[in-house]
T-cell receptor, first 116, second 116 residues
Framework: AQSVTQPDIHITVSEGASLELRCNYSYGATPYLFWYVQSPGQGLQLLLK??????LVQGIKGFEAEFKRSQSSFNLRKPSVHWSDAAEYFC??????????????FGKGTTLSVSS | GAGVSQTPSNKVTEKGKYVELRCDPISGHTALYWYRQSLGQGPEFLIY????????DSGLPNDRFFAVRPEGSVSTLKIQRTERGDSAVYLC??????????????FGPGTRLTVT
């Protein structure tokens, strides 16, 4: 069965420092992978996605993620964190029902705090 | 509206009562998903609609939960005989389902259900 593991429940990073959030997945075929961000009282916003091709994907707000098949990982990175990045981050893999529809399987999330 | 909307934003009900949660997807999106997010967890898939029909309802926890989408647009999630364990944020998402396969889901802000 498909699953997503986010090993870090809570991370604190200094403003301006680099960030890496870890994500490991379990999926039998080539996965479709996503990172979402959720701010308090806000809906989930897609940061970036990987479907195929270049394993380094760029997203919004200066985030990037690298797909590593050998490690079953899809870690999220940002070179310099801003205070506004404090939020909950979710990694997800798409479980395909059929060619048209997919449900997302989410990890439990990582809470990012940014210190000044 | 431009995004997915959900009403109400908050719902407090007593144990044993019936509740309905509404989702209005992005216009033209044929796929609609319901997820449930419990405290400290990532969203968990409940049900997926393709048009008017439920393509997969394998995530519904039991027969107290039911969802409809009679005209292929607005969807209602219905919970009978609510239990305190049903307390969670219920998220709705929609996506385009073109022939090429776009798996990006757009999420609404959620309905926070509290069962007392």
């Amino acid at each position: 069965a498909q699953s997503v593991t986010q090993p870090d429940i809570h991370i604190t990073v200094s403003e301006g420092a680099s960030l890496e959030l870890r994500c490991n997945y379990s999926y039998g075929a080539t996965p479709y992978l996503f990172w979402y961000v959720q701010s308090p009282g806000q809906g989930l916003q897609l940061l970036l996605k990987y479907f195929s091709g270049d394993t380094l994907v760029q997203g919004i707000k200066g985030f990037e993620a690298e797909f590593k098949r050998s490690q079953s990982s899809f870690n999220l990175r940002k070179p310099s964190v801003h205070w506004s990045d404090a939020a909950e981050y979710f990694c997800a893999v798409a479980a395909r029902f059929n060619q048209a529809g997919t449900a997302l399987i989410f990890g439990k999330g990582t809470t990012l705090s940014v210190s000044s | 509206g431009a995004g997915v909307s959900q009403t109400p934003s908050n719902k407090v009900t007593e144990k044993g009562k019936y509740v309905e949660l509404r989702c209005d997807p992005i216009s033209g999106h044929t796929a609609l998903y319901w997820y449930r997010q419990s405290l400290g967890q990532g969203p968990e898939f409940l049900i997926y609609f393709q048009g008017t029909g439920a393509a997969d309802d394998s995530g519904l926890p039991n027969d107290r939960f039911f969802a409809v989408r009679p005209e292929g647009s607005v969807s209602t999630l219905k919970i009978q005989r609510t239990e305190r364990g049903d307390s969670a944020v219920y998220l709705c998402a929609s996506s385009l389902v073109p022939g090429g396969g776009s798996y990006e889901q757009y999420f609404g802000p959620g309905t926070r259900l509290t069962v007392t």
